[in-house]
């Protein structure tokens, strides 16, 4: 059973759009949602990260958008462009279990020119 | 500038044959994650460490699959034997405990075949 249901599994937008990749969650006892990035033939790198007790995050163009009560978070890339066309990987983890993450299937973005 | 590292980064087989994968964590990270990717399953967590012992292996095929810590400094990943299924790249990460800093960081990872 998959702790952490991510969407879309691919998702295209042109450079300067706003791509929005979603996760869900069911665990309440989760408080730490990373996002992490991965570019062809390297490994995922942690992009940006959130705890429940905010609601929003943004790190340059990055902003996480967390729904406590919904059990939802979701990534937004704003002035997407080209070089952010990557995996992404949203995650979960608890503090009984500090650094074991549940992570989402991944999404595959493609930002054309 | 501090990195995981793993070797081989490429790996082709035969089915049957004993694959190990090497990881050098961080150093100073008192944890180990063993993850193989592929595109049907995605990212599955298949065994880390706390300390150097086993934490949870859960994820790691049992009957061919073996993880160890010699020491502080490597991780293996071993598969005896080796199966065409086994095809995928697994990645090494490593992280510190204890602080509020929780993030993984990933190695390069190994990109196995096994024919």
């Known amino acids: 059973q998959q702790q952490v249901k991510q969407s879309p599994q691919s998702l295209i937008v042109q450079k300067g759009g706003i791509p929005i990749i979603n996760c869900a969650y069911e665990?309440?006892?989760?408080?730490?949602f990373p996002w992490y990035q991965q570019f062809p033939g390297k490994g995922p790198a942690l992009l940006i990260a959130i705890r429940p007790d905010v609601s929003e995050k943004k790190e340059g163009r990055f902003t996480i958008s967390f729904n406590k009560s919904a059990k939802q978070f979701s990534l937004h890339i704003m002035d997407s462009q080209p070089g952010d066309s990557a995996t992404y990987f949203c995650a979960a983890s608890t503090e009984d279990n500090f650094n074991k993450f549940y992570f989402g299937s991944g999404t595959k973005l493609n930002v054309k020119p | 500038d501090a990195r995981v590292t793993q070797t081989p980064r490429h790996k082709v087989t035969e089915m049957g044959q004993e694959v190990t994968m090497r990881c050098q964590p961080i150093l100073g990270h008192n944890t180990v994650f063993w993850y193989r990717q592929t595109m049907m399953q995605g990212l599955e967590l298949l065994a880390y460490?706390?300390?150097?012992?086993?934490?949870?292996d859960s994820g790691m095929p049992k009957d061919r699959f073996s993880a160890e810590m010699p020491d502080a400094t490597l991780a293996t990943l071993k598969i005896q034997p080796s199966e065409p299924r086994d095809s995928a790249v697994y990645f090494c990460?490593?992280?510190?405990?204890?602080?509020?800093?929780?993030?993984?960081?990933f190695g390069p990872g190994t990109r196995l075949t096994v024919l």
């Open positions: 460490f706390r300390n150097r012992a086993p934490l949870d």
């Open positions: 990460a490593s992280g510190l405990v204890g602080t509020t800093h929780n993030e993984q960081f």
């Open positions: 665990n309440t006892a989760f408080d730490y």
